[in-house]
């Protein structure tokens, strides 16, 4: 007989195993795996749901597993695997408890053989399925490091430095925010339509999805719901391309204007690329840079997207080191107005996108990469005309990649910070970003 292809919570398993070996991105290794799956679009959207969920509350679903199993050090591998899947089927996804149950255990007899585990298995969801509210009450209960690591899943290491710097009330208010889902954001082109117009569209589409505009941002509109933007006619056509709120916001603070030379540093596959474009009413020149040449190769989608090829604008996609002393394609044109450096970091400002991060980064990345970045910032100042201005982001709220970075860096070239913002998901309900202007020294 053929090969009966994985159920849904099957593969979230096989999903969950993979990046926790492999300590890549959920969405690189979700999508490889649903790319060869014959699970129908419901039942994708469903695993999607589980590895992502599993992921952001991980910490959580552990302290609730060890709690009420007898031999909580027994459960590893695909099993503890298996049991997060179900637990949160439980607590957040509100399945109903036979159910889930049912699958769980059956699954547990496939993948693990044998009916000890089985029934542990049984036993286990069974009671979270009964107990779950007083069990998660207690894990919120508690020093604010305990419930930081037990309720709000974040590991114990990062939650102590936010205690440390921002008080507990503001760290357990970060914690609690970055459990949630985030919103999809998207960035309205308004040199071809207008947020109104897209939200119009956004909302005809579908009636059921929240569409919010987002004040002091006239390009950002915030949607819950309406399934993936990306599929509407709109998105193809270029008139608005999903990004998140806070990564619109270094293009924004460069303020590129029409008929300048701009130089993308980091430019990664073009969204913030194509963003200056905008702004600079596709006028003048814009170079973007990056060192991964499948990431610039994503750059040729943006020109379609962006309706880039039209007279009295350039943009020269370029793969390249820019901590190299020159770039063909790059320094024959600097210096230039205006750099954006949005360089490589931990990505610790966006766990509630990419919650893997919480369990692949460790202490010693922030110091790894702030060393990167301090190169960038080095060797992206001197292209910078005299009058010219540099913009410096991170997804990241952790200070040695963000103001204590610049701080010292401005500090030792004379120069000065003309601007810095810091956007959090506490304050503003979005990913983390640190950004700052540097200017020369008055």
């Not at 769980?104 to 036993?123: D, F, I, N, S, V």
């Not at 929240?210 to 509109?221: C, T, Y």
């Not at 309406?226 to 270094?250: E, I, K, N, T, Y």
């Not at 982001?393 to 103001?403: F, H, N, W």
């Amino acid at each position: 007989m053929p090969r009966r292809p994985p159920s849904a919570r099957a593969l979230a398993v096989q999903v969950l195993r993979q990046i926790d070996q492999r300590r890549g991105f959920s969405n690189r290794i979700l999508a490889e795996h649903l790319a060869g799956s014959e699970l129908a679009r419901r039942d994708r959207g469903l695993v999607t749901a589980l590895v992502y969920g599993v992921l952001r509350h991980r910490g959580r679903l552990d302290a609730l597993i060890d709690r009420v199993a007898t031999r909580p050090a027994g459960l590893r591998g695909r099993t503890r695997e298996l049991l997060r899947v179900a637990v949160f089927e439980l607590r957040e996804l509100g399945h109903p408890p036979h159910a889930a149950i049912s699958e769980a255990t059956r699954l547990c007899r496939e993948l693990e053989g044998g009916g000890g585990l089985a029934a542990a298995t049984q036993a286990i969801l069974s009671t979270i399925a009964s107990e779950g509210e007083a069990l998660d009450a207690a894990l919120a209960d508690g020093r604010p490091l305990d419930v930081l690591e037990r309720r709000w899943s974040i590991p114990r290491w990062l939650g102590g430095r936010w205690i440390k710097r921002l008080g507990p009330e503001r760290a357990l208010a970060r914690g609690r925010v970055l459990a949630e889902a985030p919103p999809v954001e998207v960035r309205v082109d308004l040199g071809r339509t207008s947020a109104a117009e897209v939200a119009a569209e956004l909302r005809a589409r579908d009636p059921a999805a929240s569409v919010e505009v987002i004040d002091g941002q006239p390009q950002a509109l915030r949607i819950r719901g309406g399934g993936d933007p990306s599929r509407l006619p709109g998105f193809d056509a270029g008139l608005f391309s999903v990004q998140a709120l806070g990564s619109q916001q270094p293009a924004r603070m460069l303020g590129p204007r029409p008929g300048e030379r701009i130089l993308d540093a980091c430019a990664g596959m073009g969204t913030k690329t194509l963003q200056i474009a905008e702004l600079m009413g596709r006028r003048g020149l814009l170079v973007a840079a990056d060192l991964s040449a499948a990431r610039v190769a994503e750059h040729a989608a943006i020109r379609r997207r962006g309706g880039l090829e039209v007279e009295g604008f350039e943009l020269r996609s370029v793969v390249g080191d820019l901590c190299e002393a020159t770039i063909a394609g790059v320094d024959e044109d600097a210096p230039f107005d205006g750099v954006l450096v949005d360089a490589p970091c931990t990505g610790l400002g966006d766990i509630a996108r990419h919650p893997e991060l919480r369990w692949t980064r460790t202490y010693d990345d922030i110091g790894e990469r702030a060393a990167l970045q301090r190169r960038l910032l080095e060797a992206s100042w001197p292209r910078v005309r005299a009058g010219g201005r540099l913009v410096y982001a991170v997804c990241s709220l952790e200070p040695e990649e963000g103001e204590a970075l610049v701080a010292a860096f401005v500090r030792e070239r004379g120069l000065r910070v003309a601007e810095e913002a810091t956007w959090t998901p506490e304050e503003h309900g979005c990913d983390g970003f640190y950004l700052a202007r540097i200017e020369g020294g008055s």
